[in-house]
């Protein structure tokens, strides 16, 4: 039972990446659910990780830029891809005053193989009920859906990524990140 239920996760992954590339981007509200607001404050959560003292809150991170990226499954090709774009990036954010969190329903554990794995350098967040992705509008069935949000320092969500390439996604980011932080300056 849990290998099918493994593979199917690993199949809905796999089809959900590939939405992007066939030029079609289902509505976040038909299966994810509602999106907060731009320009309003993000939902506020405490999730374990395998990083740190072992809980992360968005709050632990006021006065910094928040890239909040939900992902669908560790391992999963471009769940990989899309933490390997990321940290390869890591610097350009580091300078910019922002912090990368990647949230998935995998356990703990399963973070930490990942982490390890790739040489992820930033949190991943365990959000193995569902209930932060449920809050972001980012929830389908027992999976993340790939999408991004831009924080800013006052915890006010500035940008929302529903159709995500994982290919292109950080340079995405990056540029858009760059537009918002010299608007503030």
């Keep these: 039972m849990i290998a099918r239920r493994n593979f199917l996760s690993a199949v809905l992954a796999f089809c959900l990446a590939l939405l992007p590339w066939l030029n079609f981007a289902p509505t976040a509200s038909a299966l994810g659910g509602k999106l907060p607001p731009l320009n309003q404050p993000a939902p506020e959560f405490t999730l374990p990780t395998n990083t740190g003292d072992g809980e992360v809150s968005l709050s632990d991170y006021r006065g910094k830029w928040v890239v909040l990226y939900f992902y669908p499954k560790d391992f999963t090709s ?15 954010y580091m300078e910019k005053n922002t912090q ?3 949230v998935s329903a995998d356990s703990v554990d ?11 350098k930033f949190p991943l967040l365990a959000d193995t009920d569902g209930e932060v992705s449920k809050a972001y509008g980012s929830w389908i069935g027992y999976l993340s859906m790939r999408h991004t949000f831009i924080i800013d320092p006052e915890g006010i969500i500035r940008e929302e990524y529903t159709g995500v390439n994982p290919a292109i996604h950080s340079s ?4 858009r990140l760059d537009e918002l932080q010299s608007a503030n300056s």
């Design 110 to 120: 399963s973070h930490a193989e990942f982490c390890d794995s790739e040489g992820l």
């Design 78 to 92: 471009g769940c990989t891809l899309e933490a390997r774009r990321f940290q390869e990036d890591l610097p350009k």
């Design 100 to 102: 990368i969190l990647g």
């Design 172 to 175: 995405e980011v990056l540029a």
